[in-house]
């Protein structure tokens, strides 16, 4: 029975009952920046997702953590722009890593030249991506007042994928919308009840998902106008978006911040 639903749902679930995911960022007014990014995996997805990769075939690496460091070292080898500055993992369900990048408008080429082509001419850099797709980061200055906006959505999750954590590391990569299937969060939920049946009742798998979220503290070197989407603390933003939001992006997600 196990064994039956890995094989139909390991590349549907999302890692998203019982995780964390907290990211502290910081933005210059030039467009250049750093992050800190922890992952924390809670003991109901660490079970199950041992149980996955041993059906596979594949035991955990990096003396038994859930998250292959290799792996994500070797994504940030070669991106133009973004350095990483550190990477470790404390417990096997934790994941910390460092990096800082140049030009926040230069972290999805593919994006940025899709906006500065026809749509898919030679400009166009990777898989063919439509010129109405938004980047995700984008920053903007209007009469001296900077504006960063996060825009999450299926058009440019693909873009996101495809940077580190996400590349190249199984458990990260399938914390996102799989293909082209589309779930609404009633279904995409029924689909973990099913997925957990074996682990623990629907009781619990419901609260651990209420208790799963992405956070991202935003801090600007300046004073900050406004914000849409989260909570202002003197020159930071608080950003709190529920994981289910994210793997499902049933709606897309908008979050912003203006400063001076």
């Known amino acids: 029975m196990k064994a039956a639903k890995y094989g139909l749902l390991a590349a549907a679930v999302l890692t998203v009952v019982g995780c964390s995911m907290r990211q502290q960022v910081t933005i210059d007014p030039n467009g250049s920046g750093s992050a800190e990014v922890e992952v924390t995996l809670g003991p109901l997805i660490v079970q199950y997702m041992t149980d996955v990769i041993g059906s596979l075939g594949n035991p955990p690496t990096d003396g038994g953590t859930l998250f292959d460091l290799s792996r994500i070292r070797n994504a940030f080898t070669g991106l133009k722009g973004v350095e990483l500055t550190s990477l470790s993992n404390p417990s096997r369900d934790t994941l910390r890593m460092g990096f800082s990048f140049d030009d926040v408008n230069s972290l999805f080429p593919e994006l940025t030249a899709a906006a500065e082509t026809s749509g898919g001419g030679s400009g166009a850099r990777g898989p ?33 994928a495809a940077l580190p954590p996400f590349r190249d590391d199984p458990l990260l990569a399938s914390l996102a919308p799989q293909g082209s299937k589309r779930y609404s969060e009633e279904e995409y939920l029924n689909l973990l009840e099913y997925a957990f049946a074996d682990y623990a009742n629907e009781q619990k798998i419901r609260q651990a998902l209420t208790s799963s979220f992405m956070t991202i503290v935003l801090n600007v070197k300046g004073t900050v106008v406004s914000e849409s989407g989260g909570a202002r603390t003197g020159n930071s933003v608080t950003f709190r978006v529920p994981l289910i939001a994210i793997a499902t992006l049933e709606k897309p997600i908008e979050l912003s911040v203006s400063f001076r």
């Open 128 to 160: 063919s991506i439509s010129r109405q797709t938004t980047s995700p980061l984008v920053l903007t200055s209007h009469n001296g007042i900077k504006t960063l906006t996060l825009t999450l959505s299926r058009a440019n999750w693909p873009a996101v």
